[in-house]
């Protein structure tokens, strides 16, 4: 069933590709296009040039000549002022091996001859998400429609306080458990010398005592 509502939108598709016309435009500006495959190409020359009486269009694909004519024109003209120029060719059904390099050029051979060319154009024949596009449209959710673009991924002002907050209150703990251990350190220092001291003055007591008693005892 679903196959079955598939194809006439791919039908429906192709058709308004194969029908559908890509302008490019050759001018003194360099251009990259991209052209579907199957539809059709117009290229416009479109050039300032001088008023002619009788002048030729040449369209390249790269230094391939695929099409020359020659125009006439029969008003007053002036060989000083230039004019705004436009011829097209169309290529229809395009396919792969019309992608590529193109420009043209003007040639004006009444009154006066001169050149005139366009820049290079690179045409790229593409069916990226062409048809992807069209059987399956882009769902857009609710919360991407609501939400600006990068605020999903900012973080809250609040969380920044409590890691700030967090951060702290180990810094003041990394300190007081430091100063207790050097606190600690100390007392067992203080503690350790008294028992020294206390020891010594034993030792020296019970000599005494002992030395009094054979004294008394030679007595």
Same mark, same amino acid.
């Given at each position: 069933?679903?196959?079955?509502? +598939?194809?006439?939108?791919?039908?429906?598709?192709?058709? &308004?590709?194969?029908?559908?016309?890509?302008?490019?435009? /050759?001018?003194?500006?360099?251009?990259?296009?991209?052209?579907?495959?199957?539809?059709?190409?117009?290229?416009?020359?479109?050039?300032?040039? =001088?008023?002619?009486? +009788?002048?030729?269009?040449?369209?390249?694909?790269?230094?391939?000549?695929?099409?020359?004519?020659?125009?006439? @024109?029969?008003?007053?003209?002036?060989?000083?002022?230039?004019?705004?120029?436009? +011829?097209? #060719?169309?290529?229809?059904?395009?396919?792969?091996?019309? &992608?590529?390099?193109? $420009?043209?050029?003007?040639?004006?051979?009444?009154?006066?001859?001169?050149?005139?060319?366009?820049?290079?154009?690179?045409?790229?024949?593409?069916?990226?998400?062409?048809?992807?596009?069209?059987? #399956? =449209?882009?769902?857009?959710?609710?919360?991407? &429609?609501? /939400? =600006?673009?990068?605020?999903?991924?900012?973080?809250?002002?609040?969380?920044?306080?409590?890691?700030?907050?967090?951060?702290? &209150?180990?810094?003041?703990? /990394?300190?007081?458990?430091?100063?207790?251990?050097?606190? $600690? @350190?100390?007392?067992?220092?203080? @503690?350790?010398?008294?028992?020294?001291?206390?020891?010594?003055?034993?030792?020296?007591?019970?000599?005494?005592? $002992?030395?009094?008693?054979?004294?008394?005892?030679?007595?």
């Amino acid at each position: 069933m679903e196959m079955w509502r +598939k194809q006439p939108t791919l039908m429906l598709f192709a058709a &308004a590709l194969a029908s559908a016309q890509y302008s490019v435009i /050759l001018d003194q500006t360099p251009r990259q296009e991209y052209v579907p495959l199957g539809s059709s190409l117009i290229l416009r020359c479109r050039l300032m040039i =001088p008023q002619y009486q +009788k002048l030729r269009v040449t369209f390249y694909h790269y230094s391939k000549n695929i099409s020359d004519k020659v125009y006439n @024109h029969s008003s007053n003209i002036s060989i000083t002022e230039k004019i705004a120029f436009e +011829k097209t #060719y169309t290529l229809s059904n395009v396919t792969y091996e019309d &992608a590529g390099w193109y $420009c043209c050029k003007v040639t004006t051979e009444i009154p006066s001859y001169k050149v005139v060319d366009s820049s290079r154009t690179q045409v790229n024949i593409t069916t990226k998400n062409l048809v992807e596009n069209a059987a #399956y =449209p882009p769902v857009v959710t609710s919360t991407q &429609a609501e /939400l =600006p673009k990068g605020e999903a991924a900012s973080v809250p002002w609040w969380m920044w306080i409590i890691v700030g907050a967090s951060a702290f &209150a180990l810094l003041l703990l /990394l300190v007081i458990c430091i100063l207790l251990r050097r606190r $600690c @350190h100390k007392r067992r220092a203080t @503690h350790s010398c008294r028992w020294k001291e206390e020891v010594g003055r034993r030792s020296e007591s019970s000599r005494s005592t $002992c030395g009094d008693y054979f004294t008394g005892a030679a007595s």
